[in-house]
């Protein structure tokens, strides 16, 4: 049996991908500030390219909103050009770190073995690492979501210790739904939830899987974040597109609770 995810507190995190300048990305992460900043029963993250990241820390020090970098690397520092660090996300403000992305496995050749690495000197650093996951549409087709699924969740979480599971989260998010305006129904994004929390009941106990947020990612609006929601091993959102608009956003956000109050 789930635990209900009221008992999972909800977390949202826009990515906010290759888009916005510096000073757009600081007035965007205002409007979300103050999108939110009376919901208290919520986790909310932005996620801004990695030069807007430390102005975007700065304006929102303090407040409800933290901010995430969209990937790093499995090293500390050393001779690697064009690389960004888990200890300088740290420094430039960052709480989380978004890794695995599928257009970071896609489009940059990310494997499996890099996206552990990199979970490991995420949490190394103290950041909270996002694991993302999630199959193509050619996979789902072939019948083989699940298996997929489960190797990239094994393969990410490999070597990593009860303690920062615990403070890891997971985000499913089907390659064919990202940015493509076509999500994925509650029931198929609550069988994969519901998959990956079995995996890691199996590794790390039962009690520990109830622990982890899993969000869903994956043309999540505002019209279809409460059914998405209300799945109960639906924790929250990572949200691309939509969260480019503080006002959508934020409508996401409310639908944490399924009431939307
Ligand atoms: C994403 O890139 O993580 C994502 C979910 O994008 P979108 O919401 O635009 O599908």
Request: a neutral charge; glycine letters at 10%.
């Amino acid at each position: 049996m789930s635990v209900k995810q009221t008992q999972r507190r909800p977390f949202f995190c826009g990515n906010w991908k290759l888009n916005g300048n510096i000073a757009e990305s600081v007035e965007l992460a205002t409007q979300v500030r103050n999108g939110v900043a009376t919901w208290r029963d919520v986790d909310v993250a932005v996620a801004p390219s990695f030069l807007a990241v430390h102005a975007v820390a700065r304006r929102l020090e303090d407040g409800p909103v933290a901010v995430a970098g969209q990937n790093c690397f499995w090293e500390d520092k050393g001779a690697f050009t064009g690389e960004v660090s888990a200890p300088q996300l740290v420094e430039a403000g960052c709480k989380y770190v978004i890794l695995g992305h599928s257009e970071r496995r896609q489009l940059f050749g990310e494997l499996d073995a890099a996206v552990n690495m990199k979970a490991r000197a995420a949490l190394r650093a103290g950041l909270t690492p996002i694991i993302c996951v999630g199959e193509t549409l050619a996979e789902r087709d072939a019948g083989e979501t699940l298996g997929r699924i489960q190797a990239q969740v094994d393969a990410a979480i490999k070597d990593i210790s009860d303690e920062d599971l615990a403070r890891s989260l997971i985000a499913y998010e089907p390659v064919w739904a990202i940015g493509t305006g076509r999500n994925a129904t509650t029931s198929q994004a609550q069988e994969v939830h519901a998959s990956i929390r079995e995996r890691l009941a199996a590794k790390f106990g039962r009690d520990a899987s109830q622990e982890v947020r899993i969000q869903y990612g994956g043309s999540m609006k505002p019209d279809n974040a409460g059914e998405l929601m209300a799945q109960p091993d639906v924790d929250g959102g990572l949200v691309g597109g939509a969260s480019l608009k503080a006002a959508d956003f934020a409508a996401i956000v409310k639908a944490r609770n399924r009431s939307g109050s």
